[in-house]
């Protein structure tokens, strides 16, 4: 596919690369005219140096045959303003980074009156993501399939745990849960296992399954999954109040601390039922007085990843509760995942994220189409779901006939609102939902599972 991806910060570059390497024709708009020229030349895209919202600039890019336009500058305005003169000039599809909460309250209103393909708020879809957090503690990280249906759920096998030193394949038979083990991490490796391999303390395991049968898992295990009574925030920005506004919701009491007096009383006007603190979250002293050790859950979501990476580390030292920490650049990703700094967060991660995924579910083929996707442990793996067409070569054969690849596991099947762990008997049919687990290289059809 033809892309135009307007601005070239942090979501722009992720963008720029992960679409080129995928085999996608980019252009690139930016206003700074080194950035354009170092993203150009290590990405092998078409540069265009001006203002996106400019019919000559985005002619120049190429809009009159692109089939997408990403906005992701840093202005709200400019964004909307580029995709509204992008479906005008070239009639492609627009997808539009809104940051505003006023935006987000009209963000209907606006994707129908302009024609937007998708608005993406990444403090917002970053709140959504520590709330599920919240709600299910015991968790590292979870992911959504298939709307919602199916869970892919991260965690670290504790000490003494029933799992320690067992087989997967026995698990079923001796937890008597209906889950399945799709990739483990241990020491820096991610492993897709058979049912052989045996599960050791520390290890990070990967499970999918739905909601339900996810909770009664971390029940056998002794992992309480029951969400938070109470939270701390430090930092009072924008993913701190739509974090506090989905926390209250749930009955989640939200206790804020923020340095700048006018927005504490900005908050305390939107959000009526939090207990707001003006002062330093990084004053150890204030954090004892406003009760740190009987909190459930710690979020640090300054503006500064040295200072959230630092009261993280703190925390966890004084807390055994659930602790997220938000992190905006990730290229030292490998430095931060070596620290104990329990759920990390990036928005502007989860921003890219998102819009991959909207990008392949366009790419279909003649088989499947690839609905969501997720990376796991920064491309070590891939969780991918398909969907399966009419035309797919896969339909009405039993797993245990296909010749699949290695490294390579099929996790879930979602047949008409049900969910399948799959076995050695069952097929795949038209209209169902595959979730697919591999550490080979990115799957671009489900026929691609096959060796040959």
Known sequence: MQIIIVG??????ILAEVLSQEGHDISIID???????????????LGVVGNGASYSVLKEAGIEKAHLLIAVTDSDELNLLCCLIARKAGN??????????IYSEEARFIKDTIGLSMIINPEYEAACEMTRLLRFPSAID???????????????VEQGSIIDGMQIKDMRSKLKCDVLVCTI??????????????????????????????????????????????????????????????????GISVKIVEKDRTRCEELTELLPKAMIINGDGTDKKLLKEEGLKDIESFAS?????????????????????????????????????????GSIISPKYITSEYILQYVRAMNNSIGSNV?????????????????VNEGSKLIGVPLEKLDLKDNLLICSI???????????????????????????????????????
Not at 8 to 13: F, I, L, N, P, T
């Open 8 to 13: 070239c910060g942090k979501v722009g570059s």
């Open 371 to 387: 609905e969501t996707l997720y990376k796991i442990k920064k491309d070590k793996a891939e969780a991918i779901e398909f969907y």
């Open 301 to 341: 979501l300054t503006g500064i990843d040295e200072e959230n990476i630092l009261l993280s580390l703190y925390v966890r030292s004084k807390i055994k509760g659930k602790i997220i920490t938000k992190v905006n650049r990730i290229c030292f990703d490998e430095v931060i995942d070596s620290l104990n700094l």
């Open 142 to 156: 979870i992911n959504l399939f298939n709307r919602g249906h199916v869970e892919l759920l991260n965690f670290e």
């Open 31 to 45: 206003t700074n005219d080194s950035v354009v020229e170092e993203i150009s030349n290590n990405y092998d895209t």
């Open 185 to 250: 991490e241990r020491d820096e490796k991610v492993i897709i296992p058979n049912g052989d391999f045996k599960i050791l303390e520390n290890d990070i395991v990967s499970i999918i399954a739905p909601h339900k049968k996810a909770v009664e898992f971390f029940v056998k295990l002794g992992m309480i999954p029951n969400p938070v009574k109470n939270t701390m925030i430090i930092g009072g920005g924008k993913l701190s109040y739509y974090l506090s506004q989905q926390l209250l919701k749930y």
């Open 414 to 452: 979602n047949r008409n609102g049900k969910t399948i762990t799959p076995m050695g008997q069952d097929h795949i049919e038209k209209g169902d939902y595959v979730i697919v687990v591999t550490a080979n290289a990115r799957l671009h059809d489900l026929s691609d599972i096959l060796r040959r």
């Open 92 to 101: 492609c599809r627009t997808i539009a980074r809104v940051r505003n909460p």
